[in-house]
């Protein structure tokens, strides 16, 4: 069943994507459960260069956000902690700098997003 309320369309860059996999995009993350191809038609993998639909993320992730995929959910939450203590910190000293948000996990998607 998919489910149509935070959903995202990924553009796969390398590796394969599958349900069960764990996925982060920005300060948001879920565990793949369904993956629809361009025709909203359901699949079991989405190899490189397929552009796909991803459903269940906890938020809605930003348009332009790299997608990473880790191996455990525990990955993932460190992941995000790290990140939010960055944009904290960059808020906090209310400074122009970069600050690094590509925590590189396992394989970086392109993402598309909206929310429905």
Request: glycine fraction near 4%; proline fraction near 6%.
């Amino acid at each position: 069943m998919f489910s149509r309320r935070n959903v995202a369309t990924i553009l796969v860059q390398r590796g394969t994507l599958r349900p069960g996999d764990f996925i982060i995009a920005g300060t948001t993350y879920t565990r793949v459960r369904t993956i629809l191809n361009e025709r909203r038609e359901v699949i079991k993998e989405a190899l490189p260069s397929m552009p796909v639909i991803v459903d269940g993320w906890r938020e809605v992730p930003n348009a332009g956000d790299v997608v990473i995929q880790a191996p455990t959910e525990e990955m993932i939450k460190d992941a995000i902690a790290v990140r939010e203590l960055a944009i904290h910190e960059a808020k906090k000293n209310a400074t122009n700098s970069f600050v690094p948000f590509f925590f590189v996990l396992r394989t970086p998607f392109i993402l598309h997003s909206t929310a429905q």
